[in-house]
RNA sequence: GGCUGGGUAGCUCAGCUGGUUAGAGCGCACGACUCAUAAUCGUGAGGUCGGGAGUUCAAGUCUCCCCCCAGCUACCA
């Protein structure tokens, strides 16, 4: 048994996500972690809302709320959508939380100890109507290159080019449209990662679970150099700045920058769940107190490899503590929307919430899985949703539950049946099952989900074609036993099928294992041989049948909800 | 501009270190079956693998140039 520490991104506070944060990071987790815990390994899932940053202080002051309790409400309402999708975490923190500003302060007082913190100063846009300090993207204006109106003063959206806020015409405030702006010092903290850089792609040299795309954006970052980065931030919301434990003096109205805090929130939202059950939180975290032996995975959006492959790790390795860092990270490209991105802020796309009103979390779980934005960007469409939830679910998997399980209803009284002998059919089928159980173990241990997926799928599929093969329904008018081992076979593959669709759609899997009376302890994942799998089920066993298990997205649903939601416009 | 990823059948994608007639699912056509949610099973038609040049006995797979899409480019997260 091993032990498996597995951490999503964490979702940011401001406001209910959409499908895209929701397949980029915290789907594939949570299916992760199920299969390896069916697995029988010890794993630990970790999340919680990013609450930290300029957007979280704006989105507050939209809603007319302070911010602590903006974070309060939205964080339950974070929290309570993630378990309606039925996302297993073992705890799901906050970044605000105490203890991840006791953490959040130590790392800075390590690295500082470490000589690894200077203090500099910045000129940087002041808003004196917001009366507040801008961020670069925050503040607007016409682009010096090419004349765009609504230049950011990061990169201007038209012509792509890089800016300095400076640069820009006639600047105003992104907050308020306020031009009453100026530049002023200020003081802050950086981190000096041209430190550790050595150190940095040493252990990036050594990272051996992570896909190519994480580690060549890692070098990409190496190989240009990296810069020292400015920690803190002039804000009011955030982890205090400190210095031997307390204020640090020059620093009362700033706090540490949100990427500083928020992956540090990983350790924290541990350390809140072992204070909450009675664990111990270091046992995972710390190599010299029992995580030598942890396998840490991280999944994440693509945006967020840079931060995980470099940032991150040099806050830890810079404290020179034994903390654990990552061993296998996956990360996810885009879903997007009809062609275009998902947008928190302009309302593209389809959210949690509206999601689960819609249909039921495991129609999404399987589409947002089985189709995950793996190799490239992915483009939800309704068509597409449609076809694959019809096909897969309602046709594949619900009716061939559906189709065995009555005709032994009502062929054999309810019950699993005695009688016949395993022939070729039967052989045929164990074959199969034992090649696509190897083969669905095999990608989720490599985390490749679209594989895991189709293989997934393909043992649903195996059980009609099977039923084709041994017609059980031929043989029950001339031979009552060679109808037996077609039914009571077919079940078993029933189950199977559902033990096996746990991860990915727990609800469902739940139905059939409790209408067929599969016992909690025996839905772990399995290991004896296809032909043993395919007689588990005692004989004479009863069990209902359930209701209909997915129902088909008919073309008027689709039809309302492209129009609700935009869609093909 | 730089870097990274992607551009393979109508659609969504797989193709590891180059090697027989380029694969899967969906969709489509035809056939079979009737236990089942008009579900299922089988067969078949579809591709000059973004464009061009090169290396090689042999390239979707390697090299170079170009085009298109996406992301990142360190003060949005």
Sequence with gaps: MARILVTSALPYINGI????????????????????????????????????????????????????????????????????????????????????????????????????????????????????????????????????????????????????????IEPYSAVSGSKNLEVRDTRHLQLRQTEMEGRIRAWVDAAEGWPPLAKSIAYKWLDEGLRDRTITRDLKWGVPVTKD????????????????????????????????????????????KGADDVSYVQFMGKDNVAFHTVSFPATILGSQEPWKTVDKLKAFNWLNWYGGKFSTSSKRGVFMDQALELLPADYWRWYLTAYAPEGGDAQFTWEHFQGVINTDL????????????????SRFDGVIPEGGEPGEHEAWLAAEVDQRLKAIAAHYDAMEFRKAGAETRALWAAGNEYLTRAEPWSH??????????????????????????????????????????????????????????????????????????????????????????????
């Design 245 to 288: 434990g307390a204020p640090r003096e020059g620093f009362e109205d700033k706090v540490f920058y949100v990427w500083f805090d928020a992956p540090i929130g990983y350790i924290s939202a541990t350390a809140e769940w072992a204070e909450a059950t009675g664990n111990d939180w270091e046992s995972w975290w710390r190599t010299d």
């Design 476 to 569: 029950f008018k001339t031979d009552r036993d060679k109808a037996a081992i077609g039914v009571r076979t077919g079940i078993n593959l029933a189950v199977l099928s559902a033990i096996v669709a746990q991860p990915v759609i727990p609800e469902t899997a739940a139905k059939i294992l409790h209408a067929v009376g599969v016992p909690e302890g025996k839905r772990t994942w399995p290991a004896d041989a296809g032909a043993v799998l395919l007689d588990a089920l005692p004989r004479g066993l009863e069990f209902t049948v359930p209701d209909v298990l997915f129902a088909k997205v008919e073309d008027e649903q689709i039809a309302e909800w492209s129009e609700r939601f935009g869609g093909a416009v």
């Design 394 to 409: 309602a046709n594949v998997l619900g009716n061939f539950v559906n189709r065995i399980l009555k005709f032994a209803a």
């Design 17 to 168: 996500k959409h499908l895209g944060n929701l397949a980029g990071s915290m789907l594939p987790a949570d299916v992760y972690v199920r299969f390896q815990r069916l697995r029988g390994h010890e794993v630990l899932a970790i999340c919680a809302t990013d609450e930290h940053g300029t957007p979280a202080e704006l989105a507050a002051a939209a809603a007319g709320q302070d911010v602590a309790q903006y974070c309060n409400e939205q964080h339950e309402v974070q929290k309570a959508l993630g378990e309606r999708f039925n996302l297993a975490w073992d705890h799901f923190g906050r970044t605000s939380s105490d203890w991840n500003k006791r953490l959040t302060q130590h790392f800075a007082e390590m690295l500082e100890a470490n000589g690894l913190i200077a203090e500099v100063v910045e000129k940087q846009v002041y808003s004196i109507d917001d009366a507040r300090f801008l961020p670069d993207r925050y503040v607007e204006g016409t682009c010096p290159n090419c004349g765009f109106e609504k230049a950011r003063g990061d990169q201007c959206d038209n012509c792509g080019k890089l800016l300095d806020p400076i640069d820009l």
